[in-house]
């Protein structure tokens, strides 16, 4: 990108520009600027790969440029713009519905990934809309589930940040060019929040997973803020899940999980710890009236529905001497002593309605296990 100084400037068409409002710069204050010049029509920018692979690219047409449309070689296939009314940057990827087009003259940043970075060439005639008809609307081409984990200052929840994942097997939990859109730091007093897998800082990732794969998928975030031990919360918005997941944040500064479905977290940051949180994903035990002989899964406990009565399946019985079965409000609406070295046991689940519940195991020796069941 390139810094507009005092004085006239002789703009590049397809460059992204940061221009300096104060003493010295392109105006006193914020003000409108006049530019002057014939309209572009064709344009092909030039993208190199330095460092992260950032450049900051502007679409240089008097109409909006759709990104979609847009060749793309050796670059991420999202893009950021900077918010100035929330001094954050909006990501925009494949995984995130909506629509991809970019506002005429807007600046925005993609991210190089090799050497030889290209957009091709830009036209207004192949790149162009000047409608927003549901010819030009952006489809969703994946089915996936998508979930977003955000951060929000207590003091001041307008400053917030937030991450996107979507489940989509066959991805990496890295960066995927065609998926993921890199993380950029938001400004001064506002939180940033990434996952970093595999190394890389991303604000839209795309994991290999749905709700048939086994076992927990575990992501390492990272949280910046200039705010020294500010209070914070880590929330989930699950607005685009259709399936139903358990989602634990672990805190490993202070070793303790937390289930975000059930409330949002609070905590203090602390600026030597910005690698502090882990996200825990696994799918949610689902019982369903058509459904029986689910088997024991790899943690030792399985369950299923048989004529209106949950059988809890536990692979070592002498442990677990209690089980009760919260509703989420916390109200307990099921209660059962076990029988010591018992295989199957058998507790009536008739008349409670469909929703989510807790199944909590209770037993000797400080034995403890608690998960989400789904009855429908």
């Known amino acids: ?9 002789t ?33 092909a920018p030039s993208l190199s790969f330095v460092g992260t692979g950032w450049n900051l690219v502007g679409n240089p047409f008097s109409c909006a440029l759709d990104f979609d449309a847009v060749t793309k070689t050796a670059v991420n296939n999202s893009y950021s713009v ?51 008809s549901p010819s030009y609307l952006k489809t969703q081409t994946i089915i996936a589930d998508r979930l977003f984990v955000e951060v929000y200052e207590a003091a001041n929840p307008a400053k917030r940040d937030q991450v996107l994942f979507g489940m989509i097997p066959g991805t990496s939990d890295g960066s995927d060019s065609q998926w993921d859109a890199g993380k950029r730091m938001n400004g001064t007093g506002v939180p940033s929040l990434m996952s970093k897998a595999q190394g890389v800082e991303l604000a839209i990732n795309a994991i290999d997973y749905s709700v048939n794969h086994t076992g927990t998928k575990r992501i390492p975030m990272r949280f910046v803020s200039t705010k020294a031990f500010e209070v914070y919360y880590i929330a989930l918005e699950d607005s685009l899940l259709t399936n139903n997941y358990t989602v634990v944040l672990e805190d490993l500064m202070l070793n303790k999980k937390h289930d975000l479905s059930v409330r949002d977290y609070k905590f203090v940051h602390n600026p030597n710890a910005e690698h502090r949180f882990v996200l825990h994903l696994s799918p949610m035990s689902t019982i369903n009236q058509g459904l029986t ?3 024991i899964p790899q943690g030792g406990i399985g369950t299923n529905l048989n ?11 002498d442990q677990v001497t209690m089980m009760n079965l919260y509703d989420m409000s916390g109200k307990r609406v099921r209660t059962e002593r076990l029988a010591s070295g018992t295989y199957d046991q058998t507790i009536s689940v ?14 000797d020796a400080g034995y403890s296990h608690r998960e989400k069941l789904y009855i429908d």
């Not at 925009?92 to 060439?121: D, E, M, R």
């Not at 008739?350 to 037993?363: F, K, S, V």
């Open 350 to 363: 008739e008349g409670l309605p469909q929703g989510i519940y807790i199944l909590e195991l209770q037993g």
């Open 11 to 43: 703009n590049t068409a397809g460059r992204g520009y940061s221009a300096y409002f104060g003493t010295n710069g392109v105006a006193a204050a914020g003000s409108t600027v006049d530019v002057s010049g014939s309209l572009n029509t064709s344009v």
């Open 1 to 9: 990108w390139m810094n507009v100084a005092n004085g006239a400037v």
């Open 293 to 295: 002989g689910q088997g």
């Open 307 to 317: 004529g209106g009565a949950l059988v809890l399946k536990v692979a070592d019985m």
């Open 82 to 132: 900077w918010n100035a009314g929330s001094s954050s940057y909006t990501s925009v990827s494949p995984v995130l519905p909506g629509s991809a087009k970019i506002a005429p003259f807007q600046a925005f940043w993609v991210q190089a990934n090799a050497g030889s970075p290209s957009l091709g060439t830009l036209s207004m005639a192949s790149h162009g809309t000047v409608s927003e």
